[in-house]
């Protein structure tokens, strides 16, 4: 079975522009979340997609937005990039019966 | 709001000493409770889960945790570390029984990183 497949690994972008990062959840599973992870603030909440619902939504500004298709892939947005936004985004996915979530290995954004 | 602490920012053992990481969490209802583990550079890989029952219970690469309600407690224990357990140890908590919607929104500690000496 397929992991948690996050797309791309890697990215550079400047101030200002705006970046898209793609997530494929294991197959069979509905929910995918989305967290920043940066060594201030660590593993901080984004937001989570439920049959293509935005259920939960983290403290972060407008500037972040996200989406789920009808096959449970899921995209999130940051537009206007400032520096602060450099950090690894990861995706996860679970049943959406329990607690247990299944991590990407992260789209790393830097900032310039 | 709910809270997870992990007092130890590092830890430095030697390989085939045992290991203890702390966790201590702060919540309105009961919890699920999680360890996770990250290589550099990786993902999260879960290591153990308590959902319920026995207090003690068993992961992957030969962890396991206790759960102490009285204590708020979830720690991470291991009799004998390898070399390749060196990473970075999340403990996190979601709030049990929530349905389907709120299971993916997890609050993390700090994390623990883990060096192993030879």
């Known amino acids: 079975k397929a992991g948690v497949t996050q797309t791309p690994r890697y990215l550079i972008k400047t101030r200002g522009q705006q970046v898209t990062l793609s997530c494929s959840p294991i197959?069979?599973?509905?929910?995918v979340s989305w967290y920043q992870q940066t060594p201030g603030q660590g593993l901080q909440f984004l937001f989570e997609y439920f049959s293509e619902t935005q259920r939960n939504k983290g403290n972060f500004p407008g500037r972040f937005s996200g989406r789920q298709f009808s096959n449970s892939r899921s995209e999130m947005n940051v537009s206007t990039l400032e520096l602060g936004d450099s950090a690894l985004y990861l995706c996860a996915s679970n049943t959406g019966r329990t607690g247990e979530l299944f991590f990407g290995e992260g789209s790393r954004l830097t900032v310039l | 709001a709910q809270s997870v602490t992990q007092p130890d920012i590092h830890i430095t053992v030697s390989e085939g000493a045992s290991l203890e990481l702390r966790c201590n969490y702060s919540y309105g209802a009961t919890p699920y409770l999680f360890w996770y583990v990250q290589s550099p550079g990786q993902g999260l890989q879960l290591l153990l889960k308590y959902f319920s029952g026995d207090t003690l219970v068993q992961g992957i690469k030969g962890f396991e945790a206790e759960f102490k309600r009285s204590q708020s407690s979830f720690n991470l224990r291991k009799p004998s570390v390898h070399w390749s357990d060196a990473a970075e140890y999340f403990c996190a908590v979601v709030r049990a029984n929530a349905g389907g919607t709120s299971y993916g929104k997890l609050t993390f500690g700090q994390g623990t990183i883990l060096t192993v000496h030879p």
């Open positions: 197959s069979g599973h509905r929910s």
